[in-house]
């Protein structure tokens, strides 16, 4: 159940049985999908009703989006979800136009959850957005079109076609995590307890920002894409409006599930709304169509029209290629500091630390991939009956540090793994756990904290091989 991407995980592992090392699998992966991503981008824009000039230009601007190049090579499931999302997304505004056609597109959209979560959201989106059909009035006035028979009929083949692709995995989450969610969203969201809430209005400032960041121009003018797509409604142009639902439903979903006391839900860097990005893209190419009409063939003379275009293409193209570059750096970074940190944690414990002796950490990554050892993970993503101890012991009055010690009692492991900032009961005098290492990454921008350090705890039962006793920072 800690499976965010139960899809993405059985395509990963398909690299086991192949002749490639692990990692560039992964990657050939997400090359493949971020390519496939940027076609789909292509194919969007040009079902929207845009000119091949200007759909190539959001593919183009797609390319050179250093977010998605980033997911693609970070070996997550980001570029899978962003594949699956536009596939469906195109599939929709097909059967739109043509109501008859099998409705493949929820089904597509289905699988698309078992990517990310979040794609059982765009499958009530396009559901939504199939019932929303428009016609207008010799006067002009628009008029909601009831569905007929054959409309509600594709309706629910596809919403079956969809729950054949979630139904399984839900259940699967409620049996052994007690959720049909994966236990990642309990674990990010204040464990479980923040509820549904109504929008907060500073998460989605801070959306605006990741996405401004990226495509600064593209922001501002996907409103005006958005409001295209209504205007066109109850029009032979009128292709629904699920693209602009799902640029601006997602954060406002994510918004609504941030805790009020904690992080928002963006992810690192804001990876969460990335998959939002080709939406943007074209959105914002939608709205900009009205000026590139005056630089059409035939208006004004060839020479001018030219550099107005090359100008125009600048404006758009100089920010992202430059946030792009900035994106490639951070990558680089990104490598470093998990490999100078959990990695570097992992391959020292790997070399002193018993096969038997079980590892309760916060990072479960390196340590889960690289020992063979047992481990307890107080994140909650793995064994999210930690966060069952967290609420009892703030429901007594205590605090969330209270809640794990309780669990790491409950639990009894041989030894912990933390950055000392975020659990700093272990660093308190008289404490039962003895720092035995400790790693320091300067300028990390990656992991949690700047220094990840071992602890020996009261149930320590195999000894490390080789280690010397580190005494906390300030001892004698």
Known sequence: AGSTGPLWTALVAVGVLLPVPDLLWMELLGILLHAGGVLLTYLLARRLGLSPALALLAGGLAAATGWLAWAALSGMEIALFVFLTLAGIVLHLDE???PRRAPLSLAVLGVSALARPEGALLVALAAADRLLRFRRT????????????????????GLALAALAIGPVALFYAAIGGSPLPTTLAAKTGGGGAGVHLPDLRYLHTAAGVLFQAHPWLTLLAPAGSIALVRRLGTPGDRGLL???????LPLAYSCLTPAAGSPLLGNFGRYLFPLLPLLIVLGVLGLEPLAAGLAPGRGGAAG?????LAALAVLFVPTLAASARTAALYTRNLADVDRGDVAMARWLAERLPPEAVVATMDIGALAAILPNPIVDLAGIADPEVHAHI???????????????????????????????????????????????????????????DTLALYSTPWTSYPLREHAFEPPPGSP
């Open 243 to 249: 693209p602009a639902l799902w640029l601006f439903g």
């Open 305 to 309: 029209r030219r550099l107005l275009a």
């Open 391 to 449: 609420r009892r012991a703030r429901a007594a009055g205590g605090t969330w540090q209270d809640g794990v010690l309780a669990f790491l009692a409950d639990r009894r492991p041989d030894y912990l793994v933390v950055f000392p900032e975020w659990l700093t009961e272990v660093e308190r005098p008289g404490s039962p756990f003895r720092r035995l290492h400790a790693i320091h990454v300067p300028g990390n921008v990656t992991l949690g904290r």
């Open 138 to 157: 010799a006067e002009g006035a628009l008029g909601w079109e009831r569905p007929g028979a054959t409309g509600l009929r594709r309706l629910v083949e």
């Open 96 to 98: 739109r136009a043509a």
